[in-house]
């Protein structure tokens, strides 16, 4: 069955500096999608980053960045030069390809950047 | 990335009544979604919203606590049904398609629903 692990449930990090939350997940599907999103207090959810499984490359985006291992089936964010607006709800999410839509998310880190 | 906004934004209703909620987006998209949040909980699929046709459920929903509409390929509503303590929640609307990369997937700033 398909599954997404997030074994950290809360870090802390301080301002300015760089903080990795973990990903791993479970599927024997060779097509997927990875995601991150950001949930601050306010409820949205806000798409971060996403890293196809047949990517040659990890994904990018601005102070975002996915280290994406295959082999190990683990798709980390790392977000550089925390700023204080980065405290919020993390999650890291899956789909399935061949037009499978349902995205299965982990149960999230709470990540809260101090002064 | 497609504009997606949501009606009400939040909501306090009492047991047994229903509520339907809006879901706009800027651009025509091909994919629609409904999830829902508990409190504490991570994110779970309620359904794909099909346009012209009936939404497609998950297992544990049904239809009749949670019928959808989507009459064109802008607009969603999501309705509540008979509502108890439980089903509060905030409620989000997905999208795929449209203006984003068919491989990004979009939330609107959901409708946060308490039932008393």
């Known amino acids: 069955a398909q599954k997404i692990t997030q074994t950290q449930p809360g870090m802390f990090v301080q301002e300015k500096e760089a903080v990795t939350l973990d990903c791993t997940y479970d599927?024997?599907?060779?097509?997927?999608?990875l995601f991150w999103y950001k949930q601050p207090s306010s409820g949205e959810m806000i798409f971060l980053i996403y890293q196809g499984s047949y990517d040659q490359q990890n994904a990018t985006e601005g102070r975002y960045s996915l280290n994406f291992q295959k082999a190990r089936k683990s798709a980390n964010l790392v977000i550089s030069a925390s700023q204080l607006g980065d405290s919020a709800m993390y999650f890291c999410a899956m789909n399935l390809g061949g037009g499978y839509n349902k995205l299965i998310f982990g149960a999230g880190t709470r990540l809260a950047v101090h002064p | 990335s497609a504009v997606i906004s949501q009606k009400p934004s939040r909501d306090i209703c009492q047991r047994g009544t229903s509520l339907t909620i809006q879901c706009q987006v800027d651009s025509q998209v091909t994919m629609m979604f409904w999830y829902r949040q508990q409190p504490g909980q991570s994110l779970t699929l309620i359904a794909t919203?099909?346009?012209?046709?009936?939404?497609?459920?998950e297992s544990g929903f049904v239809i009749d606590k949670f019928p959808i509409s989507r009459p064109n390929l802008t607009f969603s509503t999501l309705t509540v049904s008979n509502m108890s303590p439980e089903d509060s929640s905030i409620y989000l609307c997905s999208i795929r398609g449209g203006k984003s990369s068919y491989n990004e997937q979009f939330f609107g700033p959901g409708t946060r629903l308490t039932v008393l």
């Open positions: 919203a099909n346009q012209g046709s009936e939404a497609t459920y």
């Open positions: 599927t024997s599907d060779p097509s997927y999608g």
